[in-house]
């Protein structure tokens, strides 16, 4: 039985008129949907190993703990939460072609640790080639954008090209009535296989452009768990205390994280090329705690992935099988980390989007972004979804005797769900509650 990760990213830009009402597109060309990708010329490209150094693999999972740590901060303790670096960078990535200025430089920092778009490009383009290219677990990455077909705005071509080329995005005009919410909902859906069927209910007169990311994995576990590794009835302590029973997995690994206030483990899907990743923090040490002083400290989330420890003993774990929902609205928490310029309505300069169709001026600046988060690990494999809508407003050798290391996630845990080429992380998150 095939197990299902899925991504989805929504990047929906709504634009706003400044001084002057929206136009109704009642009238206009109904519900048709116009796909004018042919008309879009991409330019060639190409990347090698070099795209994706250690230096840039550093700073994406530098920005991945450190998006992680922020959500912590901004939702407190306690929580179940989820959150999908991959995703919003893929959002981002396709959105820092249409930014300017101080806007790009603040997105870049904080998105995608001080790479610069001129290199966020290839680097997205090389990991989902990498991603599609795996024989023994299926992905689809897919990505659109979608304009308001008024006549008022125009894409920029140069954005729509960039968007094309290293995106391999569809470029689709529409009328952004109900049939387009239809259309989008519908796209979302064929995309993601299933798993995710819709990401609108509607469009409000400011929305003139949607910019979508969506990823979907297949994968199985590479060693399948046996009868006799399903342990039902255990006990796991949640954060305020109370105890939950659960169905426990237990399983024997290669190899282990040390993190120095925490150990963790990585169990491998088919093929070897991604990977779950549990991380228990030592006694005492709240997940907030734990991923504070990994943000802190400087570990590098990714090369402890790239580069786990041994032991002559076995690493004996056990995980439980679990399912957890989140939502979050990011705007503070990404306000929060430096990135205030691009929700400026005065100073953001997103101008590369769009641009009028005649004479006259506007601003364009993000009005919010909301992550939503699904994922169930079980006995078969993982199954993992991710929303994530930003918008966008607009005025115009050791003994024989050493004992076995033991893993048990019974008590609050991180986890990841990691592409081993890279050690970053798909999917990042922790348990606090069962």
Same mark, same amino acid.
């Given at each position: 039985?095939?197990?299902?990760?899925?991504a989805a !990213?929504?990047?929906?830009?709504?634009?706003?008129?400044?001084?002057?009402?929206?136009?109704?597109?009642?009238?206009?060309?109904?519900?048709?949907?116009?796909?004018?990708?042919?008309?879009?010329?991409?330019?060639?490209?190409?990347y090698?190993?070099?795209?994706?150094?250690?230096?840039?693999?550093s700073a994406?999972?530098?920005?991945?703990?450190?998006?992680?740590?922020?959500?912590?901060?901004?939702?407190?303790?306690?929580?179940?939460?989820?959150?999908?670096?991959?995703?919003?960078?893929?959002?981002?990535?396709?959105?820092?072609?249409?930014?300017?200025?101080?806007?790009?430089?603040?997105?870049?920092?904080?998105?995608?640790?001080g790479?610069?778009?001129?290199?966020?490009?290839?680097?997205?383009? =090389?990991? =989902?080639?990498?991603?599609?290219s795996?024989?023994?677990? *299926?992905?689809?990455?897919?990505?659109?954008?979608?304009?308001?077909?008024d006549?008022?705005?125009?894409?920029?071509?140069?954005?729509?090209q960039?968007? *094309?080329?290293?995106?391999?995005?569809?470029?689709?005009m529409?009328?952004?009535?109900?049939?387009?919410?239809?259309?989008?909902?519908?796209w979302?859906?064929?995309?993601?296989?299933?798993?995710i069927?819709?990401?609108?209910?509607d469009?409000?007169?400011?929305?003139?452009?949607?910019?979508?990311?969506?990823?979907?994995?297949?994968?199985?576990?590479?060693?399948?768990?046996?009868?006799?590794?399903?342990?039902?009835?255990?006990?796991?302590t949640?954060?305020?205390?109370?105890s939950?029973?659960?169905?426990?997995?237990?399983?024997?690994?290669?190899?282990?994280?040390?993190?120095g206030?925490? !150990?963790?483990?990585?169990?491998?899907y088919?093929?070897?090329?991604y990977?779950?990743?549990?991380?228990?923090?030592?006694?005492?040490?709240?997940?907030?705690?734990?991923?504070?002083?990994?943000?802190?400290?400087?570990?590098?989330?990714?090369e402890?992935?790239r580069?786990?420890r041994?032991?002559?003993?076995?690493?004996?774990?056990?995980?439980?099988?679990f399912?957890?929902?989140?939502?979050?609205?990011?705007?503070?928490v990404? *306000?929060?980390?430096?990135?205030?310029?691009?929700?400026?309505?005065?100073?953001?300069?997103?101008?590369?989007?769009?641009?009028?169709?005649?004479?006259g001026?506007?601003?364009?600046?993000?009005?919010?972004?909301?992550?939503?988060?699904f994922?169930?690990?079980?006995?078969?494999?993982?199954?993992?979804?991710?929303?994530?809508?930003?918008?966008?407003?607009?005025?115009?050798?050791?003994?024989?005797?050493?004992?076995?290391?033991?893993?048990?996630?019974?008590?609050?845990?991180?986890?990841?769900?990691?592409?081993?080429?890279?050690?970053?992380?798909?999917?990042?998150?922790?348990?606090?509650?069962?």
């Open positions: 039985m095939k197990k299902r990760i899925i !990213l929504l990047a929906g830009i709504m634009m706003a008129g400044c001084g002057q009402e929206a136009v109704s597109q009642s009238g206009l060309i109904d519900s048709e949907t116009v796909n004018i990708s042919e008309s879009v010329k991409p330019f060639e490209v190409s090698t190993e070099n795209d994706l150094n250690e230096e840039w693999i994406l999972s530098g920005s991945s703990v450190s998006i992680f740590e922020n959500v912590l901060e901004e939702e407190g303790e306690g929580k179940n939460i989820l959150v999908s670096p991959t995703s919003v960078m893929m959002a981002f990535g396709m959105l820092e072609n249409g930014a300017r200025g101080e806007t790009l430089s603040q997105i870049e920092t904080v998105i995608n640790g790479v610069p778009v001129q290199q966020m490009n290839p680097i997205m383009y =090389a990991m =989902a080639d990498h991603f599609e795996s024989e023994d677990v *299926k992905w689809n990455v897919a990505n659109s954008v979608w304009a308001r077909n006549g008022t705005l125009q894409i920029v071509p140069e954005f729509a960039a968007a *094309k080329s290293w995106y391999d995005a569809d470029v689709w529409a009328a952004f009535d109900e049939g387009t919410v239809r259309d989008i909902n519908g979302v859906n064929d995309e993601t296989r299933g798993m069927d819709s990401i609108i209910n469009i409000s007169d400011e929305t003139v452009m949607y910019l979508i990311n969506a990823m979907a994995f297949e994968g199985e576990w590479l060693n399948e768990y046996e009868t006799e590794d399903i342990i039902e009835e255990f006990t796991f949640n954060f305020d205390g109370s939950s029973e659960v169905t426990m997995l237990r399983s024997t690994e290669a190899s282990y994280l040390d993190f206030n925490g !150990l963790g483990f990585i169990r491998p088919k093929g070897g090329d990977s779950f990743v549990g991380i228990l923090p030592d006694e005492g040490v709240t997940v907030n705690d734990f991923i504070a002083s990994l943000s802190e400290n400087g570990t590098d989330f990714s402890a992935v580069n786990p041994y032991h002559d003993a076995d690493i004996i774990v056990m995980m439980p099988e399912s957890s929902e989140y939502s979050l609205e990011m705007s503070d990404l *306000k929060g980390m430096g990135m205030e310029l691009p929700f400026s309505r005065t100073e953001a300069d997103l101008s590369g989007l769009l641009r009028p169709a005649g004479d001026d506007f601003d364009i600046w993000i009005s919010k972004v909301i992550h939503k988060t994922i169930e690990v079980n006995r078969e494999g993982t199954r993992a979804a991710a929303v994530t809508a930003i918008g966008v407003d607009t005025c115009s050798a050791v003994p024989d005797f050493t004992p076995p290391i033991y893993i048990t996630l019974d008590r609050p845990y991180v986890y990841a769900i990691v592409d081993n080429a890279t050690g970053l992380p798909v999917f990042l998150g922790c348990v606090n509650q069962l």
